[in-house]
């Protein structure tokens, strides 16, 4: 794979560790609140977006590549409610899959057909994130001022869990 492939992937690796930051900071907003089950899905999707990371570096690293970890910036940690927060995370992963959309059109002029393959699975998983966010921003809009229904949601986030498929 070309140099400016390879160094794509890695830019990509150290957004995916800050993805895992701005969803852990929307969690510390949520237990601020003592909202344990939205914090609950906030840390597991952080948990989710470190896999991701952990998915690029051994992809680089058994493809011969010098892995390089990188500051981040500061995610934004203030939020005007838990649906502002779940908005916020939405445009997160449709800026993600714009991210994705770049490293494959990169791969594909590299004809790198490996890449090609590994970023599938990247593509395929943002149409779930996507899909996950947007279902629980119209369920929240609906919620409204319920708060039987809002706390009967937090209860349902409290069980979410994250267990690593194997890399
Ligand atoms: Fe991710």
Same mark, same amino acid.
């Given at each position: @794979? *070309?140099? $400016?492939? !390879? &160094? #794509?992937?890695?830019?990509?690796?150290?957004?995916?560790?800050?993805?895992?930051?701005?969803?852990?900071? @929307?969690?510390?907003?949520? !237990?601020?609140?003592?909202?344990?089950?939205? #914090? *609950?899905?906030?840390?597991?999707?952080?948990? %989710?977006?470190?896999?991701? #990371?952990?998915?690029?570096? &051994?992809?680089?690293? =058994?493809?011969?590549?010098?892995?390089? +970890?990188?500051? @981040?910036?500061?995610?934004?940690?203030?939020?005007?409610?838990?649906? =502002?927060?779940?908005?916020h995370a939405f445009e997160h992963e449709k800026l993600v899959t714009r991210r994705i959309y770049d490293l494959s059109d990169l791969a594909l002029n590299d004809r790198e057909?490996?890449? +090609?393959?590994?970023? &599938?699975?990247? +593509?395929?998983? $943002?149409?779930?994130?996507?899909?996950?966010? =947007?279902?629980?921003? *119209?369920?929240?809009?609906? +919620?409204?001022?319920? !708060? *039987?229904?809002?706390? @009967?949601?937090?209860? %349902?986030?409290? $069980?979410? !869990?994250?267990?690593?498929?194997?890399?």
């Open positions: @794979m *070309n140099e $400016q492939l !390879s &160094k #794509a992937l890695n830019d990509q690796l150290n957004f995916e560790f800050y993805s895992a930051q701005v969803y852990l900071a @929307m969690a510390a907003y949520c !237990s601020g609140e003592s909202l344990d089950g939205f #914090a *609950n899905f906030f840390i597991v999707q952080a948990e %989710e977006e470190r896999f991701h #990371a952990m998915k690029i570096y &051994k992809y680089l690293n =058994d493809r011969g590549h010098r892995v390089t +970890i990188s500051g @981040m910036d500061n995610p934004l940690n203030e939020y005007r409610s838990v649906l =502002d927060a779940f908005e057909h490996a890449t +090609i393959q590994f970023l &599938k699975w990247f +593509i395929d998983e $943002q149409v779930e994130e996507e899909a996950l966010f =947007d279902s629980i921003i *119209n369920k929240l809009k609906r +919620i409204d001022q319920d !708060s *039987n229904a809002f706390f @009967m949601l937090d209860n %349902e986030f409290a $069980q979410r !869990s994250f267990t690593p498929p194997a890399l």
